[in-house]
């Protein structure tokens, strides 16, 4: 079993910043590709970006270039550096891990509210 714990949402004006965490725990050896989706209210869940064990990386057009994704292995820790935050970007954040052969686990998400 793996365990992901976000952390690092918030209320901030648009225009701002904000980095997310995401700690994994227990079986984390297997984990590969690893991401953040988020889900506003009356929305379905949505892609934000993922990383690659190797560091390759994706994102949802509506982030590029304002959102960036890392990932430090030895510390299991998936970070979204999120800039030029919009209102558009309220929304709760989940952090996502998949290991080959296993369901993906789901973190419990963390909201982060954008005010315009």
């Known amino acids: 079993q793996v365990q992901l714990v976000e952390s690092g949402g918030d209320l901030v004006q648009a225009g701002g910043s904000l980095r997310l965490s995401c700690a994994a725990s227990?079986?984390?050896?297997?984990?590969?590709?690893m991401g953040w989706y988020r889900q506003a209210p009356g929305k379905p869940r949505e892609l934000v970006a993922t990383i690659t064990t190797g560091g390759g990386t994706n994102y949802a057009d509506s982030v590029k270039g304002r959102f960036t994704i890392s990932r430090d292995n030895a510390k299991n820790t998936l970070y979204l550096q999120m800039n030029s935050l919009k209102s558009d970007d309220t929304a709760v954040y989940y952090c996502?891990?998949?290991?080959?052969?296993?369901?993906?686990?789901w973190g419990q998400g963390t909201q982060v509210t954008v005010s315009s």
């Open positions: 996502q891990a998949f290991r080959p052969g296993m369901p993906f686990y």
């Open positions: 227990g079986d984390t050896k297997w984990i590969s590709t």
